[in-house]
């Protein structure tokens, strides 16, 4: 029972390792541009996809993750440049901005299973054998999960506090007139907002794909475990997004033990729903 419990939190801690890429990215986009985007998660989706596409021409894992990320940062500045822009520019309000992320949420996914199909797909990748440590099996792609999770989330922290952009960032996150009238290039970092989030949401799905199959569904089933993350940890806060996808990703893994696997999404609510009665700020302080 020990080693089943010890194996559903490396699970657990795999799972949340893609929560929080994707995760900072939904947060990042709501703390600068006030958008509670439910198409994250096809964004998220698209990247596993055009991981696939390219990895299934002979492309290297790697640079097919890369390739990927430029695709889905492509995509998300051509939502920007067609629905967002002008969005904000007419002021619309935050449920029509909602109704058209869901919009886009089922362009997206039945966009991909028009080109796609419906059926799992897997990487081309070589059987590499579990490692055993400790009595725990741990698939070498959950470490490799969990390191490039790490590089990202270390990456992400330089930008946001030893960089131009990433002050900047901060700046329009805590009052966009204000920074507007500072001499701020606000319309930069918007586009810089994506690319960071697209990059990261990107990389998520490409590492959901190395961990599991790649379905079209799979972002949309991510979207709760995801908001969770970003209400958790307090909004528009990306350390707060990391820490909340690692609670969600471990407590729905090893929830499995008394509830079975059919309800792990609701963990991932009821856990959403707690924080919002005791602390609906989230745990950590919100925005950058």
């Known amino acids: 029972m020990n080693a089943q419990f010890a194996q559903l939190i490396v699970n657990g801690i795999a799972l949340g390792s893609i929560i929080a890429l994707a995760s900072v990215g939904l947060t990042l986009t ?7 985007n439910f198409a994250h998660g096809d964004f998220l989706t698209l ?92 698939p070498q792609n959950q470490l490799l999960v969990l390191f490039l999770a ?17 002050k900047g960032m901060r700046a329009v996150a805590d009052d966009l007139d204000l920074a507007r009238v500072s001499g701020i290039n606000v319309d930069k970092i918007i586009l810089w907002t994506w690319v960071i989030a697209g990059t990261l949401t990107s990389l998520g799905g490409s590492m959901y794909g190395l961990i599991g199959a790649v379905r079209p569904n799979m972002g ?38 008394l509830l079975g696997a059919q309800y792990k999404q609701g963990v991932a609510l009821l856990l959403m729903i707690l924080v919002l009665l005791v602390r609906p700020k989230g745990l950590f302080k919100g925005t950058i």
């Open 30 to 36: 709501y703390g600068i541009l006030r958008l509670s």
């Open 47 to 138: 990247g596993a996809y055009l991981t696939l596409l390219v990895n299934s021409f002979g492309v290297n894992i790697w640079l097919s993750m890369v390739i990927a990320a430029i695709g889905t940062v492509a995509a998300m500045l051509l939502s920007e440049k067609l629905l967002w822009s002008h969005m904000r520019s007419i002021r619309a309000s935050s449920t029509t901005l909602i109704i058209i992320s869901i919009g886009l949420a089922l362009f997206l996914r039945n966009g991909i299973i028009l080109i796609w199909g419906g059926s799992n797909k897997t990487y081309d990748l070589p059987v590499v054998p579990a490692m055993d440590i400790l009595g725990v099996r741990v």
């Open 150 to 166: 790490v590089a990202a989330i270390v990456a992400l922290h330089y930008i946001l506090q030893n960089t131009k952009i990433g």
């Open 220 to 257: 949309w089933y991510l979207i709760l475990p995801l908001f969770a993350s970003v209400i958790l940890g307090g909004i528009g806060n990306p350390y707060g997004a990391i820490a909340g996808a690692f609670i969600i990703g471990i407590a729905q893994e090893t929830s499995t033990v």
